[in-house]
């Protein structure tokens, strides 16, 4: 305890880092959780396999399959619980895939999650990053892999963990958007070709 209170805070300090989420925004983030829960329910069991899910999620959706009434909220609730403690980014890239996207989106959020997984086992995987995306916040990425590794040693929820995701997902998303348009021609030279026939 007293190493925690080496120096005495500013309050406003505290206020830029140490505020709780509002009781609304927790509970509307636990809602949200559990509506993905509900649709992980609803898929079939050939779907589920494809989702990526620890096994005590994936074990609790599957038992929820096979209840009905209360038993199945309160099994709701429960799966709600378990995915406070996952990143729910890929499980609902997948959802989405499954709702019509493409297999090329599949392979894409998998290399950005096995690149997630490297970073965190080695950060010389910071070098691979610099030379994909030359843009990429080293410094923001770095910072995040020590909270990740904070939080997965404290079992604490995983936000710096999601956070690289999306850092990664937003650093993707954008070569992916400046090769089509490299690749489209501008609007005045389709304007000219005329329609697609």
Same mark, same amino acid.
Do not use: C
């Given at each position: ?15 830029d880092f140490l505020e709780p989420p509002s009781k609304s925004s927790r509970k509307r ?14 898929? *079939? ?13 994936? &074990? ?27 990143? !729910? ?12 996207? *493409? ?30 995306? !030359? ?21 604490? !929820?995983?936000?710096?963990?999601? &956070? ?10 954008? *070569? ?9 021609? *501008? ?11």
């Amino acid at each position: 305890m007293q190493a925690m209170r080496h120096h005495q805070s500013d309050p406003a300090d505290e206020d830029d880092f140490l505020e709780p989420p509002s009781k609304s925004s927790r509970k509307r983030e636990m809602q949200a959780l559990q509506d993905l829960g509900e649709q992980l329910v609803a898929l *079939s069991p050939e779907r589920l396999k494809k989702v990526p899910l620890p096994e005590t999620l994936y &074990e609790a959706i599957r038992a929820a399959q096979g209840f009905k009434m209360e038993a199945r909220r309160r099994q709701l609730q429960y799966i709600g619980k378990l995915m406070r403690k996952i990143d !729910p980014e890929p499980i609902q890239a997948q959802l989405e895939i499954f709702a019509g996207n *493409s297999a090329a989106e599949v392979a894409k959020m998998h290399r950005l999650e096995r690149l997630r997984e490297q970073l965190l086992e080695d950060e010389q995987t910071i070098g691979t990053i610099a030379e994909t995306w !030359p843009e990429a916040d080293l410094q923001y990425l770095r910072t995040l892999r020590r909270n990740a590794l904070k939080e997965r040693e404290a079992a604490r !929820p995983p936000k710096s963990f999601r &956070e690289i995701f999306r850092v990664l997902r937003e650093l993707q998303d954008a *070569s992916d958007a400046a090769a089509e348009a490299a690749q489209t021609p *501008s609007d005045e030279d389709a304007a000219e070709q005329g329609p697609n026939p």
